[in-house]
Structures are given as C-alpha cells and as structure tokens.
C-alpha cells in the first residue's frame, strides 16, 4: 500500500529550527517524482510552501525563502523540509506531496510560540 508518513514536528521557540522529513513506502517511482511540502494553519486553507524537482531543483513560497529548505534522498525515499528562524505563523500541520501520483500524507504538526 503506497504511504507518504510525515514526521519531525513538534513545539519549537521562535527563532529555533526544526526538519521534519516525509518517508514513501511502497513507491516504486520515488525518485521521477516532484514532491511538495503544503501546511495548513488552523481555519486558513492548505498552501504551498516548496517544492523540489525530481533532478532537485527548488521552489519556495515567498512566506519561507530564506528561511527553509526543501531537500531529497531517493535512496532513502525521503524528502525533509529544514526550518529555520521559525516564526507563530509558522505554526501549521505540514503536508507533503507526491506530485507524479497525487498522493498525500496525514501530516504532522509544527507549532512555534512567540
């Protein structure tokens, strides 16, 4: 069963940094596939947040740039989201996406305090 499982969140200071990183099981095709982080702040809708090619090339919202980093191991499967200078608004359940098959993971949370 093919899964995307979300991980690394937790509650963070303002300021500090975090990588949360997404694992995809039974996904034969890992490495031809773009993948995205998306976040989604309580009542706010679900964004974008960055994105990375399947040859690494990377897209920040203007939100995160500079201050995140979206990187990949296909060995591993895995593709982590490194934040730094976090910031409340921050604060969000962050998603990642597989773009080739459309599939989403469930999540995990990143809460930062002022």
């Known amino acids: 069963q093919v899964r995307l499982v979300e991980s690394g969140g937790g509650l963070m200071q303002a300021g500090e940094s975090l990588t949360v990183f997404c694992v995809g099981t039974a996904i034969s095709s890992f490495s031809t596939s773009a993948m995205e982080w998306y976040r989604q702040a309580p009542g706010k809708q679900r964004e974008w947040v960055a994105s990375?090619?399947?040859?690494?090339?990377?897209n920040y919202a203007a939100e995160v740039k500079g201050r995140f980093t979206i990187s990949r191991d296909d060995y591993k499967r895995t593709v982590y989201l490194q934040m730094d200078s976090l910031k409340p608004e921050d604060t969000a359940l962050y998603y990642c996406?597989?773009?080739?098959?459309?599939?989403w993971g469930q999540g995990t949370q990143v809460t930062v305090s002022s």
């Open positions: 990375i090619s399947s040859g690494g090339a990377t």
């Open positions: 996406h597989n773009v080739l098959y459309d599939y």
